[in-house]
C-alpha cells in the first residue's frame, strides 16, 4: 500500500492539499518548490552572448565567474548562477553526463562524513533534501550538477565540489540535457 504524503502550500492566499502517492512524486514536490516565494535563486538565467567552438547541448561551467552556460548554438548559451566548491575542493576538466535523476536521493561519501560526522548517513530525495530537485551526475566521479534547498548559497563558493543550483534553474537545465551530454568544468 502506497504511503500518501501530504504537504500544504499557500494558491491565492488559501492553503490546498497536494497529494503525493510517494515521496518521490516528481510533480507534487515541483509545485511545492515552486510556489516557495524564498526558493529563487538570487542569480537570474538568462539568454546571453558566448563565443564557443563546443556543440550546442554541451555545458560550460566557470567557476571562478561561477556561472554555468548551456551552449545554444549560433554564438548563444543560457546562463545560470551557480554554487561552486569551497576553497581546497575546486576541480576541474571534462566530463560528460553519466546519469540524471528527479529528487534523487542523498548518501553523503565517507570523507563528508569524517570532516562532518552530525550529517545524516541517508536522505531521501525530497524538499527537503540538499541534493535538490534535479541531479546531473558527472562521470564515474563523485560529483553532480544539482539543486539546493539553500538557494541563498548561489554565487558563493562553499561546496565540498559540487556545482549546485537553484531547485529551478536545475529543472529547467535538467529539462534540456541528455545522458551523454558533455560538460566542461574551467577554474
Not at 87 to 97: I, L, Q
Not at 107 to 119: C, N, S, V
Request: include cysteine; proline fraction near 7%.
Amino acid at each position: 500500500m502506497k504511503r500518501l504524503l501530504v504537504a500544504f502550500f499557500i494558491v491565492f492566499g488559501a492553503l490546498e492539499p497536494v497529494l503525493a502517492a510517494s515521496p518521490r512524486d516528481v510533480k507534487a514536490f515541483d509545485q511545492i518548490i515552486a510556489e516557495m516565494p524564498d526558493a529563487s535563486s538570487p542569480i537570474k538565467r538568462f539568454q546571453t552572448w558566448f563565443e564557443s567552438a563546443e556543440k550546442p547541448g554541451t555545458i560550460v561551467i566557470r567557476a571562478s565567474e561561477r556561472r554555468l552556460y548551456l551552449i545554444l548554438g549560433d554564438n548563444s548559451a543560457m546562463k545560470y548562477g551557480i554554487g561552486v566548491a569551497r576553497e581546497g575542493f575546486e576541480w576541474s576538466g571534462e566530463y560528460r553526463v553519466s546519469m540524471k535523476r528527479q529528487w534523487p536521493d542523498w548518501t553523503p561519501p565517507d570523507e563528508m562524513l569524517k570532516r562532518q560526522p552530525d550529517l545524516p548517513k541517508h536522505m531521501d530525495g525530497g524538499p527537503d533534501n540538499p541534493l535538490g530537485a534535479r541531479a546531473l551526475y558527472l562521470g564515474d566521479t563523485l560529483y553532480r550538477i544539482h539543486g539546493s534547498n539553500e538557494p541563498e548559497t548561489i554565487g558563493q563558493a562553499v561546496s565540498s565540489g559540487c556545482i549546485r543550483m537553484a531547485n529551478e534553474d536545475v529543472i529547467d537545465l535538467y529539462s534540456r540535457v541528455h545522458v551523454g551530454t558533455k560538460v566542461i568544468i574551467e577554474p
